[in-house]
């Protein structure tokens, strides 16, 4: 199992903003982290693995490339 903080697909979203062409900005390495990689045998242990992760803490974003051509990234608002 993997838990990773990130991009679903750094290469899609690369390619989706205009940045598959630029050698000095890799989504790979800039927006994503693993947090957790290993095997979970059972319930007890995963529970106690992902409350140690605090996944509450973290927010959903969005990044966006407004018309100045800058790299932004947006908090998405719960609904």
Same mark, same amino acid.
């Given at each position: 199992? &993997?838990?990773?903080?990130?991009?679903?697909?750094?290469?899609? &979203?690369?390619?989706?903003?205009?940045?598959?062409?630029?050698?000095?900005?890799?989504?790979?390495?800039?927006?994503?982290?693993?947090?957790?990689?290993?095997?979970?045998?059972?319930?007890? /242990?995963? /529970?106690?693995?992902?409350?140690?992760?605090?996944?509450?803490?973290?927010?959903?974003?969005?990044?966006?490339?407004? /018309?100045?051509?800058?790299?932004?990234?947006?908090?998405?608002?719960?609904?």
């Amino acid at each position: 199992m &993997t838990v990773w903080y990130g991009l679903l697909d750094a290469h899609m &979203t690369e390619t989706s903003l205009g940045f598959a062409d630029d050698p000095t900005l890799d989504f790979n390495e800039q927006y994503e982290e693993t947090l957790f990689r290993g095997y979970i045998s059972n319930n007890e /242990t995963g /529970t106690i693995i992902l409350a140690a992760l605090c996944l509450e803490q973290k927010t959903p974003n969005i990044l966006v490339v407004p /018309t100045k051509g800058r790299l932004e990234c947006h908090l998405l608002k719960a609904s």
